[in-house]
């Protein structure tokens, strides 16, 4: 047990180290800096990296959670949703599941208020809510039997649109509300904690299966999630869930073949595309830690020669070199602690700085803050920083003889050899690991830069995308394709629209079904999968509304309607690889089932980026909406965009298109209000985020770096000021000392650039997956940072060795 003794050394300790730091506040200001610095960045991705990574998500046993994907690998798919009859089959059969459920998301439309609304809704099977733990707020979630027909017209409320659309009225469990045209009663209203995965929804309604869903298992629309039994592994489940899917195959091969089961948990599924971004800016922070600490601990080497005569009159007196040692340690861990004070409001502004800057596929922003994980990190960090980096000087600081050291007469001790040579290997590791953070970052900047001049094959300027939502229970067959079209014609008389349009899924807004389709005349080959391509729902005009290029053909026309016979449009990555050597046009296919018509082409277009800026084209077939057959209505059912090309500012028309879609219908809301400029600024987001941080950090390490080198050659002049002098007085050129001193600062700054260049190449490789369009070993990136960083280092060296060539040798002389 530690004796009163004990703590009153310590606290006299204290007490000293505070009063040693506050002599000179000049460095320890600089040394608290440069550690809040690093501290601060640490703290602040630590937070990021508990609040996404490591903090448990919200749901009972989420270790146990997963995600039941159906996948195709002979596709490439490994995370499609699952056909409602495949998901009964799992519920019939599977034995390692405590509980499966499923759910879709989906537009709503609710109407009552002064406004219609459009809301994020999902169609849940009443097992949802027990699966993830929901509790309520008011009243309950679905009943078993809540999933039939007959009994499914009830509502359970986000505790989000409780607050927000009825003003948290505690009457609201048991009035009617008018979704989607028809009338549902809520029962219950979810905590203000309840969340469906990583969904927006704010109302849920109950999913009944119906008998047209359980005969077509070719459409995939359920997300379907699982509870593993205690004890049972993904492994086993795994293997179990495979099995199934093999004996479905087997009685449904038209629709099944090459089709399995993909069980994914649920914080990977959420959080694994974030995760080596997170980990990358990491470990850049973890870089930007050391530099900081190399300098902190060459600031410390330069205190502790400067007090070896202080150190030598206390080991004259009695004082044990243990208690010496940890009389600096104490001064390095108060300094440290000091820093981490600082780093922890450098922190803070920094988490509110990353949110701010967040991408938009960053999922659990709202899991982060500075915590007790956080607090309890940055404190263990500033304590491992000052023992670690402090324990160098501090066991320097004790290694002169006592006898040498008081003979010297009061007058300043040269820096020993030893302490000179750690000195400058600090300062090389320091510029080693700047060039490995700057080279990282300008192969994130380059690789930003080459993703932002991707050609998406469409021309974003000056459009506006907006949606609308069509009730089922409202629109049916010819009153959606005449709404639409009534809209189309009102709209392209608008002041200022030069052409509007329709789709179902814009390029880069995450939309992307595709298709198998058969070719007329050519079989498929015994055992082949069958070809298979994205699908396209869109309006005559959409080609001239985006600016896609038509290459052959021509573009729909409105002679295309319903009644007229069925025309099909390709992309070039479609008609060169199904139709090589020939000309497509006037060829005929069918996509989808047998009852789906076969369709003539009439135009093949340029191709575009529609997944993402960096992905590969797709083939692509574009249908007339008002042509799509009613096998493939989930397709185009729900919402539909309207594509915009304005001749001004495109933001100026809402006003005008939302007025016109309420004359045709008022209780039709217009939501999603974006740009096609915002739509390809988004697809860029996480690249943008990893080179803003990456390029903030670089910069951070080569300052700290600089300071290091400029610190340790100041030093170096100042020690050798004698030196200097007698070099003079022995006929030596203002040019010599000058080069002298350069050629210093030039030799740490290539050892450290040599070192540095070997570190970067191993650390490119790693993150190799995250660039595009450059090579990991980029050769302008790693011929650029080493001579910037040659430059800056001389130009800091430049200031000690100007003063080391304006060395008077009358005055050292006297002095000496």
């Known amino acids: 047990m530690p004796t009163f003794a004990a703590f009153e050394s310590f606290f006299k300790d204290l007490r000293y180290a505070c009063r040693m730091l506050w002599k000179t506040p000049g460095s320890t200001l600089v040394a608290v800096f440069a550690l809040a610095l690093g501290i601060g960045a640490n703290s602040a991705i630590f937070s990021v990296v508990n609040g996404i990574l490591l903090r448990p998500l919200e749901y009972p046993n989420p270790e146990r959670l997963a995600i039941l994907w159906e996948a195709n690998p002979s596709k490439g798919i490994n995370d499609f949703y699952a056909s409602p009859a495949d998901y009964r089959d799992w519920l019939q059969e599977s034995r390692s599941w405590e509980r499966i459920a499923a759910f879709r998301t989906h537009p709503s439309i609710l109407t009552g208020g002064a406004l219609p609304e459009r809301l994020e809704a999902a169609s849940a099977t009443p097992g949802v809510f027990g699966l993830l733990g929901a509790r309520t707020a008011l009243g309950r979630t679905f009943l078993p039997d809540e999933d039939r027909p007959s009994h499914n017209h009830v509502a359970v409320l986000s505790y989000g649109l409780w607050q927000r659309r009825f003003g948290g009225d505690p009457s609201i469990v048991g009035r009617s509300l008018s979704i989607d045209g028809g009338t549902y009663q809520v029962v219950g209203v979810t905590d203000s904690r309840f969340r469906l995965l990583d969904t927006e929804t704010e109302i849920w309604l109950p999913y009944t299966l119906d008998a047209k869903e359980l005969k077509e298992r070719g459409f995939h629309t359920l997300k379907v999630i699982a509870r593993l039994k205690p004890g049972v592994s993904l492994g086993r489940a795994r293997h179990e869930m495979q099995s199934i899917a093999r004996n479905i195959e087997l009685q449904f091969p038209d629709t099944n073949k090459g089709w399995t089961v993909n069980p994914v948990l649920v914080r990977e599924q959420l959080v694994g595309n974030i995760r080596p971004t997170l980990f990358t800016l990491l470990g850049a922070v973890c870089f930007v830690l050391?530099?900081?600490?190399?300098?902190?601990?060459?600031?410390?080497?330069?205190?502790?020669?400067?007090?070896?005569?202080?150190?030598?009159?206390?080991?004259?007196?009695?004082?044990?070199?243990?208690?010496?040692?940890?009389?600096?340690?104490?001064?390095?861990?108060?300094?440290?602690?000091?820093?981490?004070?600082?780093?922890?409001?450098?922190?803070?502004?920094?988490?509110?700085?990353?949110?701010?800057?967040?991408?938009?596929?960053?999922?659990?922003?709202?899991?982060?803050?500075?915590?007790?994980?956080?607090?309890?990190?940055?404190?263990?960090?500033?304590?491992?920083?000052?023992?670690i980096f402090g324990a160098g000087p501090a066991l320097t600081s004790t290694r002169g003889r006592v006898n040498d050291v008081l003979k010297a007469a009061g007058r300043s001790s040269m820096a020993s050899v030893k302490a000179r040579r750690t000195r400058s290997v600090l300062v090389v590791s320091e510029i080693a690991l700047s060039v490995a953070l700057l080279a990282g970052a300008g192969l994130m900047i380059r690789s930003f830069l080459r993703l932002q001049s991707v050609n998406p094959g469409f021309r974003p300027d000056h459009v506006l995308t907006m949606e609308v939502a069509l009730p089922e229970t409202q629109y049916k067959d010819a009153r959606v394709g005449q709404f639409y079209s009534q809209l189309l014609g009102r709209i392209e008389n608008l002041p200022g629209v030069q052409r509007a349009a329709l789709t179902r899924n814009v390029p880069l807004s995450g939309g992307d079904p595709s298709l198998n389709f058969e070719i007329e005349h050519r079989p498929i080959p015994s055992g082949a999968e069958q070809p298979r391509a994205k699908y396209r729902a869109i309006s005559g005009g959409y080609f001239n509304a985006m600016g896609i290029p038509v290459l052959k053909g021509r573009a729909f026309a409105t002679s295309d309607g319903q009644n007229a016979p069925s025309v099909v449009i390709v992309n070039d990555t479609m008609a060169r690889r199904f139709w090589p050597g020939e000309d497509p046009i006037g060829k005929r296919m069918k996509a989808g089932f047998d009852e789906s018509p076969w369709s003539t082409i009439v135009g093949v277009v340029g191709n575009i980026k529609h997944a993402s800026l960096d992905s590969e084209t797709s083939a692509e077939m574009y249908y007339p909406y008002e042509q799509v057959p009613p096998t493939l209505m989930n397709f185009v059912e729900g919402s539909m965009t309207i594509v915009l090309r304005t001749a001004a500012e495109p933001v100026a028309m809402v006003n005008s298109v939302r007025d016109q879609v309420h004359s045709l219908d008022p209780a039709q809301p217009v939501f999603h209000v974006k740009t096609m400029e915002d739509f390809v600024h988004g697809s860029t987001a996480q690249p943008r985020f990893r080179a803003l941080l990456l390029g903030v950090f670089a910069g951070v390490a080569l300052l700290l770096a600089i300071v290091g080198l400029y610190g340790v050659i100041s030093y170096s002049v100042a020690q050798r000021a004698n030196e200097m002098g007698v070099r003079v007085a022995l006929g030596a050129a203002r040019g010599d000392l000058l080069r002298l001193v350069l050629g210093e600062g030039a030799r740490m700054a290539g050892a450290g650039i040599a070192v540095g260049v070997c570190l970067a190449l191993g650390l490119a490789r790693a993150i190799a997956k995250l660039l595009y369009g450059i090579d990991a070993a980029d050769p302008v990136t790693f011929i650029a940072i080493p001579i910037l960083l040659l430059t800056v280092a001389l130009l800091a060296a430049f200031v000690p060795a100007m003063r080391a060539a304006r060395t008077d040798p009358a005055i050292v002389l006297r002095q000496e």
């Open 290 to 387: 050391l530099i900081a600490c190399s300098n902190v601990a060459n600031l410390l080497l330069v205190r502790a020669g400067g007090r070896q005569k202080e150190v030598a009159v206390r080991t004259a007196l009695g004082a044990s070199q243990t208690r010496i040692v940890r009389q600096m340690l104490t001064e390095s861990v108060l300094l440290a602690l000091a820093s981490g004070a600082a780093g922890l409001m450098l922190a803070w502004c920094g988490v509110q700085a990353l949110i701010a800057l967040r991408p938009a596929d960053i999922p659990r922003m709202e899991s982060i803050a500075i915590d007790a994980h956080v607090l309890l990190f940055t404190l263990a960090v500033a304590v491992a920083t000052g023992l």
